[in-house]
DNA sequence: CATGAATGAGACTTCATTCAT
DNA sequence: GATGAATGAAGTCTCATTCAT
């Protein structure tokens, strides 16, 4: 059940609805990325659209559903990425490997957008609020489930107790590469990010463990 | 020389704009906690705060510049920790521990500060966002060395080009407590917070390394 | 090319613009008359002109654009009526006579808008000012090549350093019967006001002339 | 009965309250004549005379006040130098050259309290605007009483009608040399400007006087 | 379906004035 | 008599949204 929240426009026609609300999210992508949401009107957003403001009103309720049409298309671009791997085999490390890969291009596919939605989103009001978070909760289960899947596996190790806060590790770790991308982008390309954080994230900073170790005895 | 913004105030005693503007953190931070630093009018800070709205602008030159206060604040507060810990005698991984937690404590403490400091401040203007990025910039680099003296020390293993990412991978786990907090603390005490994270930092997810390996054979 | 200001305008039908341009002059010429350009909110402005505050502001930039939307209705109506006169076939010191009198009549047309112009302008900041500065030394200059043209015509005597005093003499003759009004109203009539100063500049107080005199001898 | 107009003082000291005031006009002026009177703030003010803003609350009752203390001064000081000349000997027409001059000169020296008073005084409210154009008719009433004794000497020749007008004109030539400044001071010094604008009002355009004339037959 | 002119609540900020110290 | 912190009314301008054409 993709929840999709229920967005009203006055026009009929669904092919038309669509395209002109892909139209919306390019612009509102650009425009919101430069000035952010605040500072940009919609009258910007019609304009960089294309059309104007009152077509603009045509297709959408209020300011606000313009953020939300930016946030399912980040969300439906992940998990149409993660549906193509599921057909793939990767199974074990190398799955759960894939698995975060997927999700990393994606958030720099949408380098803009994700940035847009992680950093408009929080301020909306109560029942909008919800809806992003319930998508972001989704996400973090998708992970959470690869973990506990590569735990059982035993490829990994992690406690029941950590397993959460390593998903929402991970989703971060992503969106990270928007919002610290003024000072990551100086140092990283997308694939050397990418190669290094899974690193991290596996390994950590291989330090000489105290507890566990040691083969041996 | 810890280049602090020169924000405007019409008031000449020193001890009453310190006053004052403590004041006006608190409400600030409060009020924009609730609502967002765009939907908080200055009325509202100001009543919040406990005076009028010319007496808010007697301290301040204009909105911005009560980010500029909260900001100055939640990086004063991490600093003033990191300065106790000087005469402190950790060393090697307990060092590294150490500015890690007083970090995170910090974190902690002010919150609601850093939550509304990390959400809002992106979006100021060039000027303004510059000042920023440079004090977050300077905590980055601060944990930058502290892991390079580990590494030197032998304590743990960091290839040199991953180590400004893991740098800001310990920020961000700190900033995280604030902007996920929304789920993390459904699950996480602050302290186990800090024990779960400084562990997956330092180990990862305990990956059968399939590169460095192993032991015996 | 009359240098005409270019004041934004975000509404794009010319027609339309032009058409509240009007009802926006109209009615701040009555109020900046009745309160002063400082005292008068643009909120009464959009009031006397028949709409909202957000209407005014699709037609202006800013506040002071209204006094340039002052300024360029009299300067134009001058500017109108002098070209009208191109074609009559006045010569000497009967062309100089019209000159003055189609001048001294535009301002009493226009006076209340005159006086506004007159009083307000001068405290605008430095680009505005030099706007309408300007436009105020063209009129002068016009004055100016009348006198050299009658001058060259032997119809008048006036030596070459007081030309340009004479011609701004003349302007402010015009200005006086608007901010004087108070004073002169009380005495003349325009018609007896034009008689009396075009006589006065022409002869002056008819004194037995110590230097050049006479006649005779 | 120089009609004083009354301005509240919290201060009693009478020679305080008169040396305060006196750098009260002198910091008004400045300031006003940089800002305008309406974009210089009393803070300004109070800053300029040197002293803070509750000082100068104790010597005028309002902003408007400052104005008023500006008049005065500008008045009292043409009023002294024609005082000066009563007990010179001029008659007829130096008589005459010898009260303009005066006025002319005193305008130069105060030009910029001249110029404030001048441009920001009519935009004041009822009462206060009675009183300074009560003072602007007696100046006026001086000049048309001159001419009046001219006349009767008949070294001038200038209707009844006409002298009204006459007598605001030189009041007004005065003036411009304040309000035309930008564009006067380009041609000519102050000497310069009273021996023409004297030449001027006394013989005009010198024109082949079409009625009158001439001298003979 | 598209347009864009109109609306007006509401935001930020200024500044004349007061009054306790 | 001097100070300057506090006040809050009022001003300019923005912008999401509507609706007649």
New interface residues.
Partial sequence: MPSRKDIPSIVKNQRLVDQRRQQIIRAAVRAFHE?????TTTREVAAAAGFSIGTLYEYIGSKEDILFLVCDAVYDDVTARWKELQQSDGTG?ERLRQVMEAYFRSVDDLQDAVLVMY?ET??LSGDALAYV?EK??RM?QVFQQELAEAEKLG????SE??R???A??IL??GQ?WT??R???SK??SID??IR??I????????????R?E???S
Avoid: N
């Fill in positions: 000035k952010g949401y605040h500072r490390l950093q929080k301020s978070l972001e909760t973090q490829v990994i190790h992690l107790e950590a959460p806060l390593f929402h590790q971060v770790a990270m919002f610290r003024w000072a990551l140092h990283y050397t990010y290094l954080q690193d991290q994230l596996f390994y950590g900073l291989r330090v000489q463990d105290e566990k040691t083969c041996g």
